[in-house]
């Protein structure tokens, strides 16, 4: 996982991981609407949690990275999957809505991420 970094057009670029061991450069651009403060933009937050999750006791400061998927079909279809025993979660998920969804806390490790904690 790398760190954002600015291209030579001022915009931002992050390492985006396609496979174990694996990264590729992705472009991050905004549409230059945007405007937190607006009451349109502002996000709702809601409780879906899941089993799959696992404890850590985290050394703060010691993130060293966010990861982002993608998933296919609904929210709801993605929350199900979460909430099955054995399967797989995150620590959010974001509706088309702008809804954001808790799902692991952020002290516990969400299991979406295939031997990362065993990165160096």
Do not use: W
């Not at 670029?13 to 450069?25: F, S």
């Not at 899941?50 to 985290?58: E, F």
């Amino acid at each position: 996982m790398g760190d954002a970094n600015t291209g030579e057009d001022g915009q931002d670029t992050v390492d985006q991981g396609v496979g174990e061991g694996q990264a590729k450069r992705v472009e991050v651009r905004g549409d230059g609407e945007g405007d937190a403060r607006r009451p349109e933009a502002s996000l709702r937050f809601r409780s879906a949690p899941s089993p799959n999750r696992g404890g850590v006791c985290r050394i703060p400061g010691d993130v060293r990275g966010i990861v982002l998927h993608s998933t296919e079909g609904s929210l709801e279809g993605a929350l199900r999957t979460f909430a099955m025993q054995g399967g797989v979660s995150a620590h959010y998920a974001i509706d088309r809505d702008g809804t954001v969804v808790g799902i692991v806390p952020e002290g516990d490790v969400a299991f979406h991420v295939a031997a990362f904690g065993n990165r160096p």
